[in-house]
């Protein structure tokens, strides 16, 4: 245990980090997205599995492709937004694990059983979803994750052919603070945790 | 979009921050266990759901009912580490939703469906359970998360009566370096990425 970071850095990763909801018309570089997954990666997930996939839309053919899928209120964000992540996560993780897992190749087998496979999948690839939010916040890049989507129809149009599965959706870009909602409030210590 | 916080802070919450898998025998404070929810909290989910729910085990007598649903592995680091957190999420996570999404309370009735209740509950509860890793890195107390245990019997003995679910484990408090393992390599942005 040590230190805190400091108050700038907390502030900007949670305390007064907010959810985008308009977007100026100003691009991303792909250093910046690069740069987001080499934070990203380094969150720790279950024996390493890192099941997570990132497929950036920055395109506009790219983001067309994806509009049909998208609730209502989801399409002006996705098309203003310099880039949109479909965050995914691979259900042959296992494939993987002798090149992620060195120490332990047989822990592939570990996963044979598809519901445990699954679960896996999702937890860690959901694990790294949020540890992207908080890298490209960290970075300077505002956020704005969705699930307002037709998972198995964005399954079908980018993941076709793999066993890759859509999780949700993060605008990220240049975040027009005037589209921020007044903050909801959250849950007090006593309503969500308990010490024993 | 705005500079990167300080490396100090990069390198704390990513880029070498480690899974902790031996603990020094000292305790965690209550105010640090706030602190760490604290921050956590302001993490963004769906509809700002919130379904995660922390049960801080700081007890003896709380770790001991805790052991016999470890994976052996497990046992040591949950016994001598400051505090195990079980991470869970709650699937009556809807009755919640006029408060905390106060300016939408009808969204409460998006999630009748029992397999979209489940998934957002299970989504959004680990994007919380990522936030709790990141925001105890960033309040400088070390972590060891694990998936090694039995949920269904944690479940029994820790959520009887409620909808609460398991999720993972999270050891906190002060890491002993010399049992940090080597760092297993990560898949490169080619690998795990593609821009379209």
Redesign the interface.
Known sequence: ??????D???D????T?R?QNKWFD?P?S?TH??AI????????T?A?V?P????????K??KQ?LKPHLLPGNVEKVMTSAATAVIGYDLDFPE?IP?????NPGAKDWFKDPKLRET?A??NG??????F???AR??????G?M?GFDNASVDKEFFAGTNVKS??LCAI???DPTGV??R????S?DE?????
Chains 1, 2 share one sequence.
């Open positions: 245990m040590t230190h805190a970071i400091n700038e850095a907390l900007r990763i949670f305390r980090a959810t100003k991303i792909i997205l690069m997954y080499d934070l990203t990666r380094w969150g720790p279950s390493n890192s997570a996939r990132f497929l950036f839309l920055i395109s053919d790219a492709r993987l090149k992620l897992f060195p120490h896996t999702f937890r959901t694990l790294q979803g949020a540890y939010i908080i890298a960290a970075l300077g890049v505002d956020c994750p699930s999780n949700f870009g240049h975040g909602l007044a909801s409030p959250r849950l210590f969500a945790c308990k010490i024993l």
